[in-house]
């Protein structure tokens, strides 16, 4: 059991170039998030889904997408990458509800130069 | 709307108490409680729900006030282990989406 899985755990980009961040989870979970925590902050939602073909914007989604096309992945686009989007990325996931716990992924560790 | 922690940062010997707040502008129906040590992903701790009932981690309590949409983690008598940035997260819906605080960091010394 594997649970959040995310990768690259580190990357350097330059500026205009995109890429897509991965997220997998093996434990059947409804919810998916992505956040980013810049140094010393806390964590800031970008987009989540309730489940596959469901997205929905967080606080900061601007630079993002997502899609949800299966239970286990939840990838996270950058589109064109920028200075301001240098920062830890978490994918997490859990069952629906206000009551269940969130499982986080170890990070990737995201520079735009 | 983010929830909003304080204090945001504490420094305490071990064996000595500790109390964070967490605090939200909208009616929640849950507040969890996360732990992340340095260059980690957070862990979970604790969940309260709205009626009082609560899930997780046995070493740590904390208490939900559902009208004032507050939160308090009690960290008693502190251990090294216990340092760390604690967050606290919000759902304002039965499915919706987790909101985090800024975080407290806590540190432990001998």
């Known amino acids: 059991n594997a649970g959040v899985t995310q990768t690259p755990k580190f990357q350097v980009l330059k500026t205009g170039q995109s890429m897509t961040l991965q997220c997998a989870q093996d434990m059947n979970h409804e919810y998916m998030s992505w956040y980013r925590q810049d140094p010393g902050m806390g964590l800031r939602l970008i987009h989540y889904s309730v489940g596959a073909g469901i997205t929905d914007q967080g606080e900061v989604p601007n630079g993002y997408n997502v899609s949800r096309s299966t239970t286990e992945d939840f990838p996270l686009r950058l589109l064109s990458a920028a200075p301001s989007q240098t920062s830890v990325y978490f994918c997490?996931?859990?069952?629906?509800?206000?009551?269940?716990?969130?499982?986080f992924g170890q990070g990737t560790r995201l520079t735009v130069v | 709307q983010q929830p909003v922690q304080s204090p945001q940062a504490v420094i305490l010997r071990e064996g000595e108490d500790a109390v964070i707040n967490c605090s939200s502008s909208?009616?929640?129906?849950?507040v969890h409680w996360y732990r992340q040590k340095h260059g980690e992903a957070p862990v979970f701790l604790m969940i309260l729900l709205k009626g009082g009932e609560q899930k997780g981690h046995d070493k740590i309590s904390a208490s939900f006030n559902e009208k004032k949409q507050q939160s308090s983690l009690y960290l008693t008598a502190s251990q090294l282990s216990y340092s760390g940035t604690y967050f606290c997260g919000t759902v304002n819906t039965n499915a919706g989406k987790s909101t985090f605080g800024d975080g407290t960091t806590l540190t432990v010394k001998p």
């Open positions: 997490a996931s859990r069952f629906q509800g206000a009551d269940t716990e969130a499982f």
């Open positions: 909208k009616a929640l129906y849950s």
